[in-house]
């Protein structure tokens, strides 16, 4: 890859997005993630997360999660944007190193519930020359939280992948 002038100013875009499909209802699976009280549980990297202000969870809400990313600890806060409970859930950054949106969709399938993240970011300068790393250190994140996720709703805490 040649670094162009412009590439440097603007930097890589990120935009992963992984699924897989659980052996649960769509309502389940759609009410375990949405309930951000699960997020240290699924979220391989995540070791604090809370609700900030008052209210109920929905569009508008905002969840300060802490994490551990290629070997940094960042702290984030990301806003619902947009909240189709049981198929949707949208969330952009208000506070993170570089502006992302999570998105977390979910579908019928066969015997469950298709289920997928996007991750979609623009990194900042601290993270520029990073892009391709942080790309696939974040497509290989996502892919591990789902893994757990399906084995948490599937079979339970005790056959969660060890390590997650």
């Not at 990297?45 to 929905?58: D, T």
């Not at 298709?114 to 497509?139: D, E, F, W």
Request: proline share 4%; with cysteine.
């Amino acid at each position: 890859m040649r670094l162009t002038r412009a590439w440097l100013q603007e930097g890589m875009a990120i935009d992963v997005t992984i699924e897989t499909t659980i052996a649960r209802s769509r309502h389940d699976v759609a009410r375990y993630v949405m309930d951000r009280r699960n997020d240290v549980a699924w979220i391989c990297g995540i070791s604090e997360s809370e609700l900030l202000g008052e209210g109920v969870f929905g569009e508008g809400s905002e969840v300060r999660r802490v994490a551990h990313f290629m070997g940094k600890r960042i702290d984030y806060v990301l806003r619902v944007e947009r909240l189709d409970p049981d198929s949707f859930l949208g969330m952009r950054s208000v506070k993170a190193p570089f502006p992302m949106t999570v998105d977390y969709a979910f579908a019928d399938a066969d015997g469950g519930t298709r289920m997928s993240i996007r991750v979609g970011g623009q990194p900042g300068r601290l993270y520029r020359l990073a892009g391709p790393v942080l790309a696939r250190q974040t497509r290989a994140s996502i892919a591990s939280d789902l893994a757990r996720l399906r084995a948490l709703l599937e079979y339970g805490a005790d056959a969660a992948p060890a390590g997650s």
